[in-house]
């Protein structure tokens, strides 16, 4: 379908859409010719064109037949109108239909201290079926699951595929769990605002997913929500329909732009942002945006003669104005983004950012923000001030495991099992430690013959040491005496690690460097040049089965037992200071030889996943802390021994194990 032409004649095409609505021009070999919101304009040979509406994460598609009977064809788009369902695809008039449902079934808090969070749940037309299936669930700071109130909306009503719960709560931060269409369960952060309500709308997709089992690989399918398109907003619960779709899709476009770069705010969409009655979620979110654009070197967009989308740099008045947008830091319930979004701002505008603007700014961040863009900021900060991110278990996981769903940030909820222990290592000795491992790293390399060093030295290496071991080789030139602040920052981000993370990962790999180049050491080459290891590494037959359960990897991979042939693996709980971790304390016994070597595999949430332990008068022990329970499995080499114990399965196991 390519534009119909025979000639030079030409004609102009005008579009318009709402504030917020983002247009895209295709000819008609789907090659796009222009983008823009609210109004796109071009003169276009006659033809046949596509223009795709993208608003709140839906996406609608029009024709338009340039003929040359009109010289000028104007087409709108308002999804909001009465005629909405007739412009919309079916997905998207179902999504719709849904959020007004919710929208007049919430009320307005009744008191200013109180809120509400309410989970709205749809599915893809294939995916209908999973909607009950999804182990979702709103945790409090405590990580404690909430029960939801079936009577804070007694008038919705939800057809196939559709599913909402609603929480009574105090404003503050939470976060979900749920089952993700990659099958792992994802936590995201979620805010309660002081007299307002927060909607979260959650899609459910399916997919098809590779799992290795050997060296054979078996396709699964796969369901669950779909991270990338979730959309936040709040409202204080006596909107208009309309008002609140029109807030939803703002907050699409503005998720839109922090996952692909670009920059939406156009003159009526910073109108929006300008009225301070504004949802204050809405506005962070074009903060956000702000700053990421002038961190591209973009430009934010003035009015002009020519047209709505001219641009400047981020002055003054637009630093005043993005000190308007994002709402106090220590205002309860507002997400962590909030303040790193004012220390990026500071680095970038210290001339012009002034936080006096705010009473008290926090020190630190307590949780995980919602967006990845705001984890990177706040990674950013710790690099000069260590205690910017607070060094919790749930950090931690969000360190490990957060990634790929932008423009969210989400982390495995497993991942927080095991307590997260500071580095026996100076905060100032960052750069020392990238100094230390570039070296070492460099050590093991022969510059003729790169792939056999590397493969022999750091194979042995955990995924994340050798990732971490070979960004330090990248980061430091040859010859080099000192690392920049800069630099050590990119390794940070391109990790994901804050300062104390990092530094415990650089403590890790500098070790591990050590093994590596003793073994490497300890290789010799045979007669034909072959390479013989004189300590060969025995891997646990478990490993290379099938993972059957993503949540607890070994469980299933290590035969099912916890005793065999005289062996046996036992554990027991002891309470510590905290009512929400426990100890454990694992033993394993049988008929075995003094100094023979004992291989405990933990949940993947543990830094090393896999410990080493010598048996000592027919005993061998390991003791843990941790979040929730998981599988442990055991192998023992000289013996051909495998064990198996999962703790939420043993007798009289704490809830903590049990539940979580």
């Known amino acids: 379908?390519?534009?119909?032409?025979?000639?030079?004649?030409?004609?102009?095409?005008?579009?318009?859409?709402?504030?917020?609505?983002?247009?895209?021009?295709?000819?008609?070999?789907?090659?796009?010719?222009?983008?823009?919101?609210?109004?796109?304009?071009?003169?276009l040979p006659l033809g046949l064109y596509l223009v795709e509406w993208s608003s709140a994460g839906q996406q609608t598609q029009s024709m338009v037949r340039l003929d040359g009977k009109e010289q000028s064809v104007q087409v709108h788009f308002d999804p909001s109108g009465d005629n909405a369902s007739a412009s919309s695809t079916p997905a998207t008039a179902d999504r719709l239909a849904l959020l007004d449902a919710v929208n007049g079934s919430i009320r307005p808090s009744e008191r200013a201290y109180e809120s509400s969070i309410v989970l709205i749940v749809s599915a893809d037309a294939d995916a209908k079926d999973y909607v009950l299936d999804l182990e979702l669930r709103l945790y409090d700071r405590e990580d404690v699951a909430m029960r939801a109130n079936r009577d804070d909306a007694p008038n919705l009503e939800l057809g196939t595929g559709e599913r909402a719960l609603c929480y009574r709560v105090r404003p503050g931060r939470y976060h979900i769990g749920y089952r993700s269409i990659g099958g792992e369960q994802l936590g995201q952060s979620v805010p309660a605002l002081a007299g307002r309500q927060t909607l979260v709308f959650l899609t459910v997709s399916r997919t098809k997913l590779i799992s290795a089992e050997g060296d054979e690989f078996h396709e699964e399918e796969s369901a669950g929500i779909d991270p990338s398109r979730t959309t936040i907003v709040t409202v204080r619960g006596d909107e208009k329909d309309y008002r609140v779709r029109e807030r939803v899709r703002l907050a699409g476009l503005m998720l839109f732009d922090l996952t692909n770069a670009t920059n939406s705010l156009t003159n009526d969409v910073v109108e929006v942002l300008d009225d301070p009655k504004t949802d204050p979620l809405?506005?962070?979110?074009?903060?956000?945006?702000?700053?990421?654009?002038?961190?591209r070197a973009s430009a934010l967009p003035v009015s002009d003669d020519r047209r709505d989308t001219a641009l400047i740099r981020l002055d003054e008045a637009w630093m005043a104005r993005l000190r308007k947008w994002i709402a106090d830091p220590a205002q309860p319930g507002l997400p962590t983004d909030a303040l790193a979004a004012i220390w990026r701002a500071q680095r970038v505008g210290s001339d012009t950012f002034d936080v006096r603007a705010w009473s008290k700014l926090p020190s630190r961040i307590e949780a995980p923000p919602m967006l990845e863009c705001s984890w990177r900021w706040a990674i950013e900060e710790s690099i000069t001030r260590p205690d910017a991110v607070r060094g919790t278990a749930v950090m931690a996981a969000t360190a490990r495991s957060s990634g790929g769903n932008l423009p969210w940030l989400c982390w495995e909820i497993a991942a927080a099992k095991a307590r997260f222990v500071p580095a026996n290592a100076r905060a100032d000795d960052l750069a020392a430690l990238v100094l230390q491992?570039?070296?070492?790293?460099?050590?093991?390399?022969?510059?003729?013959?790169?792939?056999?060093?590397?493969?022999?030295?750091?194979?042995?290496?955990?995924?994340?040491?050798?990732?971490?071991?070979?960004?330090?080789?990248?980061?430091?030139?040859?010859?080099t005496k000192e690392v920049s602040v800069e630099a050590i920052s990119d390794l940070a981000v391109a990790l994901g690690l804050p300062s104390r993370l990092l530094q415990k990962r650089l403590v890790r790999t500098s070790a591990a460097l050590d093994t590596a180049g003793i073994a490497l050491a300890s290789t010799k080459e045979d007669a034909s040049g072959r390479e013989v290891s004189k300590a060969p590494v025995v891997e646990a037959p478990g490993l290379s089965r099938r993972i059957q359960f993503p949540k607890d990897l070994q469980k299933g991979r290590f035969?099912?037992?916890?005793?065999?042939?005289?062996?046996?693996?036992?554990?027991?709980?002891?309470?510590?200071?905290?009512?929400?971790?426990?100890?454990?304390?694992?033993?394993?016994?049988?008929?075995?030889?003094?100094?023979?070597?004992?291989?405990?595999?933990?949940?993947?949430?543990?830094?090393?996943?896999?410990?080493?332990?010598?048996?000592?008068?027919?005993?061998?022990?390991?003791?843990?802390?941790?979040?929730?329970?998981?599988?442990?499995?055991?192998?023992?080499?000289?013996?051909?021994?495998?064990?198996?114990?999962?703790?939420?399965?043993?007798?009289?196991?704490?809830?903590?194990?049990?539940?979580?």
Do not use: C
């Open 282 to 295: 809405l506005r962070l979110y074009g903060a956000l945006v702000a700053v990421s654009a002038f961190e």
């Open 437 to 479: 491992v570039a070296d070492k790293v460099a050590a093991l390399v022969e510059p003729d013959a790169l792939s056999r060093t590397l493969a022999n030295g750091l194979d042995a290496l955990s995924p994340d040491l050798k990732a971490t071991a070979l960004r330090a080789m990248q980061l430091v030139a040859p010859e």
């Open 1 to 43: 379908m390519s534009p119909e032409s025979s000639s030079a004649q030409q004609a102009h095409l005008s579009l318009v859409a709402r504030p917020g609505i983002a247009i895209r021009l295709l000819d008609g070999a789907l090659s796009e010719i222009d983008r823009g919101t609210a109004e796109l304009s071009a003169t």
């Open 559 to 660: 035969g099912g037992k916890a005793a065999k042939r005289g062996f046996t693996v036992t554990a027991t709980f002891e309470e510590t200071t905290s009512k929400n971790w426990l100890k454990v304390h694992f033993v394993v016994e049988g008929p075995g030889r003094d100094g023979d070597e004992v291989q405990f595999h933990r949940h993947d949430s543990f830094r090393p996943q896999m410990v080493k332990k010598k048996l000592r008068s027919k005993v061998a022990r390991m003791t843990v802390t941790v979040w929730g329970g998981f599988t442990l499995g055991v192998w023992i080499p000289a013996h051909g021994i495998e064990l198996e114990l999962d703790l939420a399965e043993m007798r009289g196991a704490p809830h903590i194990i049990r539940e979580r």
